[in-house]
């Protein structure tokens, strides 16, 4: 698609044809007519495919022709997670500024703070920074968001990783969500924190994702299995895990706690098993991840925590002990087995509280997902049948209606409570703050 098929303002075009730019790339074409349109967004594509255009043209042009909320707080507020990444979008947006009158402002961590207050007394319609540093100006009171009409997360899920979240509450809660529009950017998408982050973040967001392929799972055999409760889906992991000769083993649950228990419950049985949790310190998870890295353990049980980046190319089977709530994770968790052309096997195991994510990642995978059995081990339990109201009928539902309240009322069924700490506790409530940004400090962060 050509620049001049979106609908850009000329002075933009203008710009763009200066610099040679004439043809946007596919995130461009996609992102920019709904960024333009003032929806949330959240989008991904590979590294060096435009993305730093595919936000900042809207947020150019916005500035250029609307009305602005203040006029001294800055009306766009980009960050991204380090300082080299930072200037780099800042000079792309002084380029795209340089012919009107404008401002923008960098503000980075290590930099002189009180220079930085200066640049922010000039009232920049841009801010460009790292959420540290950010977050200091807005304790300081040298930085107000209440006009903030776009808040741009740049690589929004490195941030995490590096420890960001709470500055990014921060400046959250300083910018009015209902008036301002909130876009996000990353390399990857399925990122359980992520959706934490964008779930309190962003309305309704528009998710695009590019050149994120799932070719890879065509090595990756996925089975389903019907489950009761939570013992039953012991016995069945105990089968799964015992079934062949698997190299090393990841068992995703839905909470902490469970990690420990099962992982406890594994040992009892003679196997190498280990917990790893958001409730561990950074040096904790570090040496659990070395150890399972090495092979001196068996079985991984975690969180969503490891759902994302490990690389071990020995795990030849993930078990989902529950489901996670959203398909992409789903997607992205039994990726961490089947790598780099090995094969490998995915089991699932579908209770009564599991269904809701069970429909959602059925229809995710568009293909064919049939329930496996054990003999000796068949679930009672056969699904849910759909609300009385929802429209779109559930493919099965045979036996009794009765089956949905008997069986999601055991003690041991994972209940709303149970699932819900999935989504925010492995970020956003442990305490370690400042930890992991110094253990990468070194690398690539600024602060
Ligand atoms: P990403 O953020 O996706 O990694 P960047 O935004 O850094 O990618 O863009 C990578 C490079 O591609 C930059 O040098 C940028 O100037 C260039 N670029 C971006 N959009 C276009 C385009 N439509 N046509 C040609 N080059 C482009
Ligand atoms: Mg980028």
Redesign the pocket.
């Known amino acids: 698609m050509q620049?001049s098929d979106l609908p850009l303002d000329h002075r933009l075009g203008k710009a763009?044809e200066i610099?040679?730019?004439?043809?946007?790339?596919e995130?461009?074409a996609q992102a920019i007519p709904y960024a333009l349109m003032g929806k949330d967004l959240i989008a991904s594509?590979?590294?060096?495919?435009?993305?730093?255009?595919?936000f900042l043209l809207p947020a150019v042009q916005r500035v250029l022709t609307k009305q602005p909320l203040s006029r001294k707080d800055p009306r766009v507020l980009i960050l991204a997670p380090t300082r080299e990444l930072a200037k780099?979008v800042f000079f792309?947006l002084k380029w795209l500024i340089a012919k009107h009158q404008l401002k923008a402002a960098l503000i980075l961590g290590g930099e002189n703070f009180n220079d930085q207050v200066k640049a922010l007394r000039h009232y920049p319609q841009f801010v460009v920074g790292t959420a540290g540093r950010i977050a200091d100006h807005l304790a300081g009171k040298s930085l107000y968001l209440n006009g903030l009409e776009m808040l741009i997360m740049?690589e929004a899920d490195r941030m995490l990783d590096l420890g960001f979240t709470e500055q990014l509450k921060q400046i959250n809660a300083a910018a009015d969500h209902r008036k301002r529009q909130s876009m996000m950017?990353s390399?990857t998408l399925d990122n359980a924190a992520l959706h934490y982050l964008t779930q309190s973040m962003l309305k309704a967001p528009h998710r695009i994702s590019i050149g994120i392929s799932s070719a890879e799972h065509k090595d990756i055999q996925q089975r389903f299995f019907l489950a009761d409760n939570v013992t039953h889906k012991e016995r069945l992991l105990a089968h799964m895990i015992n079934e062949k000769d698997h190299r090393q083993v990841i068992v995703f649950t839905a909470t902490r706690a469970d990690t420990e228990r099962l992982s406890s419950l594994l040992k009892e049985q003679g196997l190498y098993s280990i917990a790893l949790s958001g409730d561990l310190s950074q040096g904790q998870r570090n040496n659990i991840m070395s150890e399972f890295g090495r092979g001196q353990q068996h079985i991984l049980v975690t969180t969503d925590i490891a759902s994302r980046g490990l690389d071990l190319l020995n795990v030849s089977l993930v078990v989902n002990f529950d489901l996670p709530k959203l398909a992409d994770e789903y997607v992205h968790r039994v990726g961490r087995t089947g790598r780099a052309g090995n094969k490998g096997e995915a089991v699932s195991f579908v209770g009564p509280k599991d269904w809701a994510s069970y429909l959602s990642i059925k229809s995710f995978l568009q293909q064919e997902v049939s329930f496996n059995e054990i003999e000796g081990l068949e679930a009672k339990f056969k699904g849910l049948r759909p609300p009385k109201k929802a429209k779109a009928p559930v493919k099965k539902a045979p036996g009794k209606a009765a089956n949905n309240s008997k069986a999601g009322s055991g003690a041991n069924n994972q209940g709303p409570d149970r699932v819900k700490p999935m989504q925010g506790t492995e970020v956003g409530d442990r305490p370690m703050k400042r930890k992991p940004r110094q253990v990468i400090q070194d690398d690539d962060n600024e602060e």
């Open positions: 620049f763009l610099k040679g730019f004439t043809e946007a790339t995130i461009q594509s590979k590294t060096g495919s435009g993305k730093t255009l595919a780099q792309q740049d950017f390399a």
